[in-house]
């Protein structure tokens, strides 16, 4: 069984500020992680994925994510938010090629100018 | 732009009623996936179809039914439709069957059931 738990529906930080998205998962195998991202009024895309190694990911537009083992843990981070990363931002697991994605509820980022 | 066609964009319909939501995936992805996004229920897969053939199910609903034809589209079919059944369902595709690789996601089909 999988699940995500994203901390925070919603987040709102200052133009310039860093940006923690917080996801915890839930996996009885080794977890493929991924985020995602949904700009209004559009479908998800793929920000960044982890599948094995290196546990330090970068995606596009500056963010990314590091996956702790011990933590369950995939937090997206961006070091100096831009207007934007307005958007809702999704976490997701799989356990691979005989699971399907899971996501969580999302976070809606908000950022102020 | 995803690649990923799906229509229509928006649909208005009464309970009761039957609705098909298509989808044109992207060029060269067998994988086709159908999820449910709602406000209380967040993001739920529906259904995912591999070359034709129905590949998972998930929490899809016995109303529900889906298909993948031999050029690849795919529809998903919503009988008895319900107040409930109100919500955002997208359509996406990967090259691989399993759920190992990216996702391409459309930009979504809005029932709202009246």
């Known amino acids: 069984a999988q699940s995500v738990t994203q901390l925070g529906s919603h987040v709102s930080v200052s133009e310039g500020a860093l940006v923690l998205l917080r996801c915890n998962y839930s996996?009885?195998?080794?977890?493929?992680l991924f985020w995602y991202v949904q700009y209004p009024n559009q479908g998800l895309q793929l920000l960044l994925k982890?599948?094995?190694?290196?546990?330090l990911v970068k995606g596009i537009n500056g963010f990314e994510a590091e996956f702790k083992k011990s933590e369950t843990s995939f937090h997206l981070t961006k070091p100096s938010a831009h207007m934007s990363d307005a958007a809702e931002y999704f976490c997701?697991?799989?356990?691979?090629?005989?699971?399907?994605?899971?996501f969580g509820k999302g976070t809606l980022l908000t950022v102020n100018p | 732009d995803s690649g990923v066609t799906q229509t229509p964009k928006h649909l208005i319909t009464a309970t009761g009623q039957r609705v098909t939501l298509r989808c044109s995936p992207r060029s060269g992805d067998l994988s086709v996936y159908w999820y449910q996004q709602s406000l209380d229920q967040g993001l739920q897969f529906l259904i995912q179809y591999y070359n034709g053939e129905e590949r998972a199910k998930g929490n899809i609903l016995e109303r529900f039914s889906a298909q993948q034809f031999p050029d690849l589209h795919s529809e998903l079919n919503l009988s008895s439709l319900e107040l409930g059944d109100s919500a955002l369902y997208f359509c996406?595709?990967?090259?691989?069957?399993?759920?190992?690789?990216?996702?391409?996601f459309g930009e979504g089909s809005r029932l709202t059931v009246l």
């Open positions: 996406a595709s990967s090259v691989a069957e399993g759920s190992t690789g990216e996702l391409f």
């Open positions: 997701a697991v799989s356990g691979g090629s005989n699971y399907q994605l899971t």
């Open positions: 996996s009885s195998v080794p977890p493929y």
């Open positions: 982890y599948t094995t190694g290196a546990t």
